[in-house]
């Protein structure tokens, strides 16, 4: 019933702004949950954009971007950057995005998700000297293909 009377740009960003409030929060016993939450805000925010695009989206890069800075690591570069650098690609290949199927769509939100994960890593590395292990990057990896497709699937429901 509440699916029916909301819009679906108010789902996803109520689905971006719990994920983000659950992988900002350290619980400390269950690290599992954090990273799959992180995964999945970043997830949604790559469907959110390819899907529904608005020029809104700078402002939820920056916004999300500095608050994931300031929340994890403290010092303001990483996750801005890899969010404002994702938004802009987008929009340059966008009038080629139109032309791929919904299986090459899915690929092509997947390999964004992994890639964006590890450039974050790589970012953390160089910018804020913050150091990552492949065990870390494994992690990510395997929570991405783990979430990936239920994800996708509960996602296209939501925009019906």
Do not use: W
């Not at 269950?30 to 949604?44: A, C, Q, S």
């Not at 608050?67 to 994890?72: A, E, S, T």
């Not at 995005?97 to 790589?122: K, P």
């Not at 804020?128 to 239920?150: E, G, R, V």
């Amino acid at each position: 019933m509440f699916l029916k009377f909301s819009s679906a740009p108010l789902i996803f960003n109520s689905i971006l702004l719990i994920s983000f409030s659950v992988s900002v929060n350290t619980f400390v016993e269950i690290e599992y949950i954090n990273i799959i939450f992180y995964v999945f805000f970043h997830l949604t925010f790559i469907y959110f954009l390819f899907y529904h695009y608005h020029y809104s989206f700078y402002l939820l890069s920056f916004l999300y971007g500095i608050f994931y800075d300031i929340l994890l690591l403290d010092i303001i570069g990483t996750h801005l950057f890899c969010l404002t650098v994702l938004v802009s690609l987008y929009i340059l290949f966008k009038k080629y995005l139109f032309l791929l199927s919904s299986y090459q769509v899915s690929i092509t939100i997947l390999i964004s998700l992994i890639s964006i994960l590890f450039l974050e890593l790589i970012f953390a590395f160089l910018f804020n000297n913050i150091y990552f292990t492949f065990l870390q990057m494994a992690k990510f990896l395997i929570f991405s293909l783990i979430i990936f497709f239920p994800s996708i699937y509960i996602f296209n429901r939501l925009d019906r």
